[in-house]
């Protein structure tokens, strides 16, 4: 791939996916595991990247299985192309929709934690920044 060429976020994602997919397999972690790191990583990629241009504050588990969907189905041949084989991606991708569907509660609290977390640091940054402009210390 041309590296003058960009990627739209979806490219990014199912490339980040495919590499963080390999590294996980090669780690020997069991799958149910792994499942769990990639639903992490998913969620982690939707609130950096999605969230701020979302139109609504509502968000769920089927929220991320959207913004998966949507990558897979959006994905240009040069992605698939540079990947080899799409099929890892779609195969783990099956397990996250199961993952997300029996374990509601978990998969749900992963969000949760996770967009607490964004959002302690956007408002620290904040304090930071406003702080900075006024010339006080933290």
């Not at 590294?23 to 639903?39: H, P, T």
């Amino acid at each position: 791939m041309n590296k003058t060429e960009t990627l739209t976020k979806e490219e990014k994602l199912l490339l980040l996916l495919q590499m963080f997919i390999e590294r996980l397999k090669k780690s020997d972690f069991a799958q149910d595991k792994i499942i769990r790191y990639i639903w992490l990583f998913c969620v982690g990629y939707y609130i950096k990247y999605y969230l701020p241009q979302s139109k609504t504050d509502l968000a769920d588990r089927f929220t991320i299985i959207s913004m998966l969907s949507n990558a897979l189905k959006s994905s240009s041949p040069r992605i698939i192309q540079h990947l080899g084989y799409e099929h890892e991606i779609t195969f783990f991708f099956r397990f996250m929709i199961h993952y997300a569907i029996d374990n509601e509660e978990d998969a749900e609290g992963v969000y949760l934690e996770e967009r607490v977390k964004y959002e302690k640091a956007i408002l620290l940054d904040q304090v930071i920044a406003t702080r900075k402009k006024r010339g006080t210390r933290i």
